[in-house]
């Protein structure tokens, strides 16, 4: 994917009229157009609602199709739509990526009685209580769907875990008790074992249950023509069983077929043990670089910009690593607020969409915008879509040796015809850098595209320039074009 650029085609806060399929349909030439390459729709299969965002997950196998929790049409649409928008999308070879929640499953369709034993919350190895029966909602049989597409049926077996007891109204962290039950080995450490997250927690430790979720990741691939999958919350999940889900459906889709995993963490040790651990089998967003991000745009003039890149999946495992500003998890409001502030977030896309390593990853907020109001940001990111697909080539040179004026080089390369990008981002007063474009530019004439800077510059004779920026601001020098002569 040279050059390729994705783009989450949602946030939070977008309509719960059932139009959105319908607008990604109409909006696939228009993304084409600005160079985006892959498409990561939103959870796609009946939630609870039709206003549920589609985390809070109760029909795998209905994508908008059946009359199940009052509604056949997801948040997003029907089935049909999200098949005609993903075929448009393929049309202007655009590859998509469905955002796959696995984690848990909410809105049972009855209860069931069996046995548990609370945990301590911040330590699920800890039993706080005795063995005791409650009442959980465990029971799923989807009345709408019957058994089209799978007669599987889920039970209190098939779960490790749930947090409400109908009986008494009780909420906990309640451990499933049975033969073979516990919780997960390979998934995240923290709280002592993070296998539990919410709702109706899945045990991929029960053979039915991974035999079922391969079958019906499998089905889904095939059933969308899927080009990938955004995997959610795999911290929580048995990384065996991810292993084994990617490679079934690689020996049906191809090996081609595309995989990143949200590991929310900032310990990019814990990253790169998931890495190793899953044998490299996915991509990770770079969940460290984006703090790294978010506390400079805090800070202002007083971070160190020398340390952006610190400790972050981009700087030692480029190949596996998807760079992001932000998304519906970090924007306010939401469960992991760390929104970058506006006034960086030039700065941070310069980043990201203009170096060499990760596979960058454009939020739809910072594009369309929230709640009817437009994005502010719009422009830029038009700006920097063109240079990255026409300019943004070839070695990448560092100039991060300032606390608050830093930048990098894009050299070019022979196939793009003068292809080669100066960057240089300020998060204190106005600056420069003198920066080593390539001999083979020498007398060449570079202009600043983001409109920040109106000076131009001349490469010298040992092919470096003099490059300026305004304070708080990012500046992007690309060679000028060439005026044609009109003939007489």
Known sequence: MKNGIMMQYFEWNIPADGKFWK????????????????????????????????????????????????????????????????????????????????????????????????????????????????????????????????????????????????????????????????????????????????????????????????????????????NGMRLDAIKHINEGFISQFLHAIRQVMGEEFYAVGEYWEKDINALKSYLEGIDYQIDLFDVPLHYNMYQASLKGRDYDMKNLFSDSLMLQHPEQTVTFVDNHDSQWGSSLESQVQDWFKPIAYGIILLMQ????????????????????????????????????FGEQQNYFDHPNTAGFIRLGDEFHPDSGVAVLLSNGEDGDKTMFVGENRKGEVWHEVTGNIQEEVTIDDSGKGKFTVHGGKLAVWVKKPVESKEQP
């Open 23 to 226: 607008k990604l349909k109409d909006d696939a030439a228009h993304l084409q157009e600005i160079g985006v390459t892959s498409v990561w729709l939103p959870p796609a299969c009946k939630g609870t609602s039709d206003k549920d965002v589609g985390y809070g997950i109760y029909d795998l196998y209905d994508l908008g199709e059946f009359n199940q929790k009052e509604t056949v049409r997801t948040k997003y649409g029907t089935k049909e739509e999200l098949i005609e928008a993903i075929q448009e999308l393929h049309k202007y070879q655009i590859s998509v990526y469905l955002d796959v929640v696995m984690n848990h499953k909410a809105g049972a369709d009855y209860t069931e009685k069996f046995q548990v034993r609370e945990v301590d919350p911040n330590d699920r190895g800890k039993y706080i209580s005795d063995v005791y029966e409650i009442e959980g909602w465990t029971g799923f049989d989807f009345p709408g769907r019957g058994e089209t597409y799978s007669d599987f049926k889920w039970h209190w077996y098939h779960f490790s875990g749930t947090d409400f007891n109908q009986a008494n109204g009780e909420k906990a962290i309640y451990q499933i008790m049975g033969e073979g039950k516990s919780w997960s080995d390979g998934v995240d450490g923290e709280n002592g074992n993070y296998d539990y997250l919410m709702f109706a927690d899945i045990d991929f430790d029960h053979p039915e249950v991974v035999d079922e979720m391969i079958k019906w990741g499998v089905w889904v691939a095939k059933e969308l023509n899927l």
């Open 357 to 392: 390593k990760g596979y960058p990853c454009i939020f739809y907020e910072d594009y369309y915008g929230i709640g009817g109001k437009k994005s502010p940001h719009r422009k830029t990111l038009e700006i920097l879509l063109d240079v990255r697909r026409t300019y943004a």
